[in-house]
């Protein structure tokens, strides 16, 4: 554990341990981070990644381009229960997500911590006014109908992309049992936070872990998002009051409107990706119905992927 600072001696026996990353809607990172926040966890530990980390790009500043500062990578634990939970500012690819895994690997397995959760989003085409579903994912079967107990729905097929499903592998070469939660959101609303999948995470977690945690700040932020999120969806429908399907007008009014908008502008997105002169085009639709502001970052990550 080269790359390791242990900051403190920590006394837990057989302990679970949290992972989060960012993703989509930041769903799991802000979970992870509430239940620390509530559960007063101590920070003991922190991974430097600077001899495997390169930054992807600079930060300007009145002109000025500097490198960024490397994103942090810490634990921090519990006693009753015993928790190791780990929180990371940044997804990390390649060789540096390797190195990343198996230096949280080998803490786990100094610490003999017995199970690891990690989280992630599950975009679907529904409204914000849904309700969140939390699913899930085992590496091995014995934890996956231990969470079918919980009330958590097994993930049936696909993939999940990041650090927070990767490690999932990595932890079954080792032995270790793993699980992913997945909170469900509306799948036009993936570049925005979203509280309400957190708090249903959080939710899960707490039956899992016993513990009890006081929802309040998690609902005053849902309530503030909601009142985003029916602004946008109100802007949807007046965009695309109309829409062909299968050679039929529908009226999205009588419709889940989220699957008909991803039709249209996710079909762009996927234009641009291939081919960079699209992104132009792509921008003049955006611009055109005033959602240009909706989709930002998600339009800049093009060029990034470009580059």
């Given at each position: ?33 509430y ?34 500062q ?25 060789k ?16 003999k ?5 990690t ?13 969140p579903r ?62 309400k ?28 998002m ?15 009051p ?58 800049l ?7």
């Amino acid at each position: 554990m080269r790359d390791i600072k242990i900051y403190r001696r920590v006394d837990v026996k057989g302990p679970v341990m949290l992972a989060g990353w960012p993703g989509m809607g930041n769903v799991a990172l802000v979970a992870i981070n509430y239940l620390r926040k509530k559960m007063q966890a101590i920070k003991f530990a922190e991974i430097d990644i600077s001899q495997f980390y390169t930054p992807d790009s600079v930060v300007i500043e009145d002109g000025l381009a500097k490198l960024p500062q490397l994103p942090r990578n810490l634990f921090y634990y519990t006693k009753h229960p015993d928790l190791v939970i780990f929180e990371s500012e940044s997804q990390l690819t390649g060789k540096a997500g390797t190195i990343l895994m198996n230096e949280i690997l080998d803490l786990a397995r100094e610490f003999k911590v017995r199970r690891i959760y990690t989280g992630a989003a599950f975009p679907l085409p529904m409204s914000y006014r849904e309700a969140p579903r939390v699913f899930g994912v085992a590496n091995q079967k014995s934890l996956r109908d231990f969470l079918a107990h919980y009330r958590v729905r097994m993930m049936e097929g696909g993939q999940i992309s990041g650090l927070n499903g990767l490690l999932l592998g990595f932890a079954e070469r080792r032995g270790i049992e793993a699980a992913c939660l997945l909170a469900t959101l509306p799948n036009y609303a993936i570049n925005f936070p979203n509280p309400k999948a957190s708090r249903a995470m959080v939710e899960v977690l707490g039956r899992i872990l016993n513990v009890r945690v006081d929802m309040g700040e998690l609902d005053l932020a849902i309530r503030e998002m909601d009142e985003k999120m029916a602004m946008i969806e109100e802007r949807i429908k007046e965009i695309f009051p109309l829409m062909e399907k299968e050679g039929e007008i529908v009226n999205l009014e009588k419709e889940k409107v989220p699957d008909y908008v991803m039709k249209k502008v996710e079909k762009l997105f996927q234009e641009a990706k291939v081919d960079r002169k699209k992104a132009y085009l792509l921008k003049e639709e955006l611009d055109r119905w005033d959602l240009y502001k909706f989709y930002e970052d998600r339009f800049l990550d093009l060029f990034k992927e470009h580059q």
